[in-house]
């Protein structure tokens, strides 16, 4: 088993949601954005996901893109958020995944992307406004021994056929997005995304992660209920945004306070 299967397999066991974390890369430097990462892993993350920021992020509410403006200022790049990868990695044995766009990717070039995020020991990507159709950009590049999952996204608007197809193709998890529009902004329609995951798990035993709007323990509790991982990503750039001289330690206990949603 991969580090991402033995995560699940452990949060399934202990009758637990994953707690999967995003944190924007080099906000609001380097190094404090290493500490705070490193901060993160070790209280109490399941999944890391580290945010390539990007000067277009579409999907991403205000909050991430002032995260994703404030780390392009500090001259954060790809190549460095690998470096950060490559850290944490000899400290920390959590799955570490990538996020980013496809246009830093296609910059550096998929193979070299594939290889040096294998090697620095990030267990996968997610590529935001990459369809699952065209995975294979980057897929063409991994090893097999390099365990590296293209992580899928379905969203309430992907349709029945299509949904099928990327749940055929899914590896490590699947990030179910709560509700249309940006990260963020706006609210849940519990009852509406419980249907969802219904049928989701009638089609697929990959674990399914919920995200965008997470940021209490009281919805990681609600997620508990339907789903194998809560993702929260804004909550984490607020308290960033707010307490930038106190965030590695603010960032630790929130991440321990969101554990209190399954004690």
């Known amino acids: 088993m991969n580090r ?24 609001p430097d380097f190094e404090q954005s290493f500490a ?6 070790g209280a109490g993350l399941d999944v ?9 992020p579409t999907a991403d509410g ?14 954060m790049t790809l190549e460095k958020g690998i470096d950060l990868v490559r850290r944490l990695r000899r ?9 980013s766009y496809y246009n830093p990717i296609l910059a550096l070039g998929a193979d070299r992307f594939v290889a040096e995020s294998a090697d620095a020991g990030a267990d996968g990507a997610l590529v935001v406004d990459l369809p699952a159709e065209s995975a294979e950009e980057i897929l ?17 608007t992907t349709d029945p056929a299509r949904r099928r197809e990327i749940l055929r193709q899914a590896e490590g998890f699947v990030y179910v997005v709560s509700r249309r529009g940006v990260t963020g902004v ?7 995304l419980e249907n969802e995951m219904q049928e989701l798990r009638k089609e697929t035993a990959i674990p399914l992660c919920i995200g965008f709007g997470i940021s209490t323990p009281e919805d990681v509790k609600d ?14 750039q607020r308290i960033i945004e707010e307490q930038p001289q106190t965030a590695v330690k603010a960032v630790a206990d929130f991440i321990t306070t969101l554990g209190t949603a399954y004690h």
Not at 36 to 41: F, H
Not at 140 to 156: E, K, V, W
Request: aromatic residues 8%; neutral net charge; proline residues 6%.
């Open 223 to 236: 997620i508990s209920r339907i789903a194998d991982g809560a993702i929260i990503g804004s909550a984490f």
């Open 140 to 156: 063409q590049h991994a090893q097999p021994s390099d365990s590296f999952a293209f992580i899928r996204l379905i969203a309430p």
């Open 4 to 27: 991402l299967s033995q995560t699940f397999e452990r949060a399934r066991l202990t009758n637990r949601p994953a707690l999967v974390g995003y944190i924007t890369a080099g906000d």
């Open 48 to 56: 890391l996901e580290i945010g390539i920021p990007f000067s277009d």
């Open 36 to 41: 705070i990462l490193d901060a993160a892993c």
């Open 91 to 99: 400290r920390h044995e959590l799955p570490i995944i990538l996020f």
């Open 62 to 75: 205000p909050v991430i893109q002032r995260a994703a403006q404030r780390a392009l200022r500090a001259g």
């Open 186 to 192: 706006g609210g849940i329609d519990w009852h509406a």
